[in-house]
């Protein structure tokens, strides 16, 4: 990383804005009223995906990139993803052992981003004089208070990691910040921020003659609308229909009863992986042994457990997601090109198939979800769908193809503009 920038003069603020994201975290700088920068926070890379991987082999914590490869490779040590899904829990405060040591979970999101202060401060070349967290319009659905812990433990976590005293803005507004910067006229603007944890909508009136430094646009915020469904939860349930099965999901014993589920559930659940891992539940697990029928399913769920393949799994469900929505998009699934799953580091040659309509069956009631929740934006402004100048998309969910077709039939005749899926919201918030 280079130090590329003139030193500015002492009294100019330094705003660093970060978004600190489910599956990926961003971030950027701004010096004064001069032009948003990012920072790249992983080699050239902008985004750093929000994983940590504490290797004991080495007994270096690792991040992004380098935390899933390591992680894959067979490295021993622990991987943690998505914990931003874990802020408003009590399982935040909950300690866990990671390289020999108790650590609670708020810690190891500390830990993070530390690593992205070091890396800003590193790459700006000067400590920032600001600091601006995003937050999602909801961190928890339906519940102030607990929404409200979330963002003190996020709030506490930034000063743990020596990030002092930060501001917070909403990610869709973020968004809308950095959108406003390239359009000509006066707009009203739906952003929709679909991510990994969390899908927000924000109706916003944007425009040049808006744009000031340090403005309060409160009066441009036109409504405001979360709901606590992304990307991880598209994974949840693909893995459910398509992985977990191998497993003994839905299989019958010999009383004609299914396998107790619980298990499945937490091995289809990014943040909840881990917990599958301690002595304890693999010998609840080992004890299912007579619900099945097959015992090569259970031997496999063992496999899993003991040699921990659980985010090998999941990061192979989501990598399938990413190839069928890219394939749909580019018109593939007119020739129906499923996409393989290879599980041949779990048992040679096994491999599945996803059709290709696998993401409209199984995505059809979340979606629906999110798309009402677009909707509900729109119905609390007081304003007809056609009143929208554009739909602004963000957010890597963003790009799914089933979601935009369900988008584009809720708001018919409006233009759906794709804007900086994995940048825009650091970027907004460097604003300030
Ligand atoms: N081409 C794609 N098609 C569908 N989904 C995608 C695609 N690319 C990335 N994703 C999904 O986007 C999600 C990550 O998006 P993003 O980085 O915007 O989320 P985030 O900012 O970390 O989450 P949040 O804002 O909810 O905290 C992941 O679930 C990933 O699987
Ligand atoms: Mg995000």
């Known amino acids: 990383m280079t130090r590329n920038t003139p030193q500015p003069p002492a009294t100019e603020p ?33 985004a750093l995906p929000t994983a940590l991987f504490f290797n004991a082999e080495d007994h270096r914590v690792h991040f992004g990139r380098d935390a899933v490869a390591q992680y894959l490779s067979g490295t021993e040590g622990r991987l943690m993803r998505s914990l931003k899904s874990l802020l408003g829990s009590p399982l935040l405060l909950e300690t866990t052992e990671v390289l020999g040591q108790a650590t609670s979970f708020q810690d190891i999101i500390a830990t993070f981003l530390a690593e992205i202060r070091v890396r800003a401060v590193r790459h700006m070349g000067r400590e920032p004089t600001h600091v601006v967290l995003g937050r999602p319009v909801h961190f928890v659905d339906g519940d102030p208070a607990r929404d409200a812990l979330a963002q003190r433990m996020l709030q506490e976590a930034a000063y743990s990691a020596g990030l002092g005293q930060v501001a917070f803005e909403l990610e869709p507004m973020a968004a809308a910040l950095d959108h406003e910067r390239r359009i000509a006229r006066d707009s009203r603007v739906l952003v929709a921020d679909i991510g990994g944890g969390t899908s927000d909508f924000t109706l916003v009136r944007l425009g040049p003659g808006r744009m000031r430094p340090g403005a309060d646009r409160r009066a441009d915020v036109l409504a405001t609308t979360g709901i606590h469904i992304g990307g991880t939860d598209f994974d949840h349930r693909l893995s459910l229909a398509q992985a977990m099965p191998l497993l003994g999901f839905r299989h019958h014993g010999p009383d004609g ?176």
């Open 14 to 46: 330094v705003v660093l804005g970060i978004d600190f994201g489910t599956s990926n975290s961003a971030a950027a700088w701004r010096v004064g009223t001069g032009p948003v920068q990012h920072v790249p926070l992983e080699g050239e890379a902008l």
């Open 257 to 432: 009863r299914e396998v107790p589920s619980a298990v499945f559930f937490d091995l289809a659940t990014w943040h909840l992986i881990h917990w599958r891992y301690s002595a304890k539940a693999q010998r609840e697990a080992q004890a299912l042994r007579t619900n099945y029928t097959d015992p090569a399913l259970h031997q496999r769920l063992m496999r899993v457990l003991s040699e921990r393949l659980g985010h090998h799994i999941a990061n192979d469900v989501e990598q399938a997601k990413i190839a069928l929505s890219m394939a749909s998009a580019s018109g593939q699934t007119q020739t129906a090109s499923p996409v393989a799953m290879d599980w041949g580091y779990l048992e040679r040659g096994l491999q599945s198939e996803w059709p290709a309509d696998v993401l409209t069956d199984c995505l059809q009631a979340p979606l629906a979800q999110v798309v009402a929740c677009a909707q509900a934006c729109v119905a609390q402004a007081g304003l007809p769908a056609g009143a929208l100048d554009a739909v602004y998309l963000t957010g890597g969910s963003s790009s799914l193809t089933p979601f935009r077709a369900a988008l584009q039939q809720a708001f018919a005749g409006v233009p759906l503009v794709e804007g900086d899926v994995f940048g825009g919201v650091a970027a907004g918030l460097a604003v300030g």
